[in-house]
């Protein structure tokens, strides 16, 4: 077997306990835990009735991104990996900008990027039923759905729903332009995310 070393240079942390390390592991030293009860939501029916959010509201996300622009393409998930990446970066000390593009690369583990948000589904279920006077999604006319959908969406929202959007935001911004197929060699990662 061909064991190759892994240096951890920096972490970056977005969890259920709130954005940054040092909040997470001053809870996971003290033993506390982020899960509650499910009150957002009729949870009666489910087998469980708790949960972890991340307790950062949209509106926090999208001021700890620093690049404005890239916010509208960016699903939720992205913006946590985003927040994690540039946490992990800075924790590191590397200059990420004296480092050769091509001997850099990101690597992202996480399940659930790339699906639409909830946010998302709201404003595309919103645009459905927006579109017809019809009571019920069995009778919509689908014409008529599809033709108030793409007045009303913008062209760059379905990349949201890409599963390597948050890899390629994280890339793009550290200019890491390596492949993970060619990495065997390469002198710098930064992995974020959950394995």
Not at 89 to 115: C, E, Q, R, W
Request: proline fraction near 4%; glycine fraction near 8%; include cysteine.
């Amino acid at each position: 077997m061909n064991e190759r070393r892994v240096v951890v240079t920096g972490a970056g942390v977005v969890s259920p306990f709130g954005a940054g390390r040092d909040i997470f592991w001053n809870n996971i030293r003290e033993g506390n835990s982020a899960a509650s009860l499910i009150k957002t939501f009729d949870a009666s029916e489910l087998p469980v009735k708790f949960f972890a959010p991340v307790p950062v509201s949209e509106n926090d996300l999208d001021e700890l991104i620093e690049d404005k622009k890239s916010l509208k393409t960016m699903c939720r998930a992205a913006k946590l990996a985003m927040i994690a990446a540039d946490e992990a970066v800075k924790d590191s000390g590397i200059d990420t900008s004296s480092v050769d593009p091509y001997k850099f690369g990101t690597s992202l583990g996480a399940s659930g990027i790339g699906y639409w948000d909830v946010e998302f589904t709201k404003l595309f279920l919103g645009l459905i039923l927006g579109g017809s006077e019809q009571e019920t999604v069995r009778d919509l006319n689908q014409s008529k759905i599809w033709n108030h959908i793409l007045k009303n969406l913008s062209p760059l929202t379905p990349l949201k729903a890409l599963s390597n959007i948050a890899t390629a935001h994280i890339a793009i911004k550290y200019n890491a332009k390596r492949k993970l197929s060619d990495c065997h060699n390469c002198l710098h990662f930064i992995r974020s995310g959950n394995r």
